[in-house]
Nanobody, 123 residues
Framework: QVQLVESGGGLVQAGGSLRLSCAAS????????MGWFRQAPGKEREFVAV????????SYADSVKGRFTISRDNTKNTVYLQMNSLKPEDTAVYYC????????????????WGQGTQVTVSS
């Protein structure tokens, strides 16, 4: 399995930016599609973004499209989530996850998960 550790969360004002990182170890990073998910208080965990093994393909939830950018650096075994124009409704614990081979939006198909990092956006 691949071990994942998120970092970069924090408290920001609405309209601000934050960059999350997810460092992977223990397995061949380039063999996995990587996703970002989030879970707000009282809600189910939801899809945010996914990036393909090579980094050539990305997809986003409608709620974050145009504001968030997912990227990866396979030489550093790291995936990023750049979050701009943050809104209070973006407040959640953000998780990165790995799925061997092809990309997917389905949360149940991800095999490994990080511990999560809290993002809080104030008005």
């Amino acid at each position: 399995q691949v071990q994942l550790v998120e970092s970069g969360g924090g408290l920001v004002q609405a309209g601000g930016s934050l960059r999350l990182s997810c460092a992977a170890s223990g397995r061949t990073f380039s063999g996995y599609a990587m996703g970002w998910f989030r879970q707000a208080p009282g809600k189910e965990r939801e899809f945010v973004a996914v990036i393909s093994r090579s980094g050539g393909g990305t997809s986003y939830a409608d709620s974050v499209k145009g504001r968030f950018t997912i990227s990866r650096d396979n030489t550093k075994n790291t995936v990023y989530l750049q979050m701009n124009s943050l809104k209070p409704e973006d407040t959640a614990v953000y998780y990165c996850a790995a799925k061997y081979s092809g990309s997917t939006y389905r949360i149940d198909e991800y095999e490994n998960w990080g511990q999560g990092t809290q993002v809080t956006v104030s008005s």
